[in-house]
């Protein structure tokens, strides 16, 4: 199993370097003919604005979308999420496929950074520990999008819509891996 994590911008090295840990085969997609014979695409933590302005000037758009379309695993980080998303409130490049509405840096300038532990039910018990860096949250989700998680009022900032996963923090940045297992089992479902 191939899985390739977006490496226009932003904080591409971490997720691969957890995929690796886990066994993954995992690989820097830059350019269209990089996205053959992948099993799923990470897209990480950065910034929005860029990931869309380069994915356009590469022609990465497309068959980014095409990609998600077929139904084969994406999940986006934070800018990835953003990206991944079908409603974001501004004129900006993205992919659109999740049908999701979402709100950039929604936390304001005064706490751009925080840490919380979070309610993850698939994940299990124990709460995961998840790291907001000026990070969107999902105002609205529309039919068939799963809500993974919410902070104490309420926001959303984890879904999953079939194949779509999208998480407003940056599992990539702890040690704990148990996002990237969830991701993995969505590419190749333990029997
Ligand atoms: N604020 C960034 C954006 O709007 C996201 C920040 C992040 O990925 N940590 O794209």
């Not at 929604?106 to 018990?125: I, T, Y």
Request: aromatic share 8%.
């Amino acid at each position: 199993m191939r899985i390739g994590v977006l490496a226009l911008q932003g904080d591409f090295i971490e997720h691969i370097q957890i995929l690796r840990a886990l066994g993954v085969e995992a690989v820097e997609v830059r350019l269209p003919a990089q996205l053959r014979d992948l099993a799923g695409v990470i897209l990480p933590g950065g910034e929005s604005t860029t990931f869309g302005k380069l994915a356009v000037e590469y022609g990465l758009i497309e068959p980014l979308r095409e990609f998600g379309k077929t139904g084969k695993p994406m999940w986006g980080t934070c800018a990835g999420m953003i990206f991944l998303a079908k409603e974001v409130g501004r004129a900006q490049p993205v992919l659109g496929l999740m049908d999701v509405k979402v709100k950039r840096n929604a936390f304001g300038r005064q706490v751009e950074s925080f840490e919380v532990d979070l309610d993850v039910p698939v994940l299990g018990a124990e709460p995961f520990h998840a790291i907001f860096i000026r990070a969107p949250l999902i105002e609205s989700v529309g039919e068939g999008v799963r809500v993974l998680a919410r902070l104490d009022d309420g926001a959303i900032v984890a879904a999953q819509q079939g194949n779509l996963l999208a998480t407003a923090f940056h599992p990539e940045l702890t040690r704990d891996t148990r996002w990237h297992r969830y991701f993995i089992a969505q590419v190749k479902p333990v029997a």
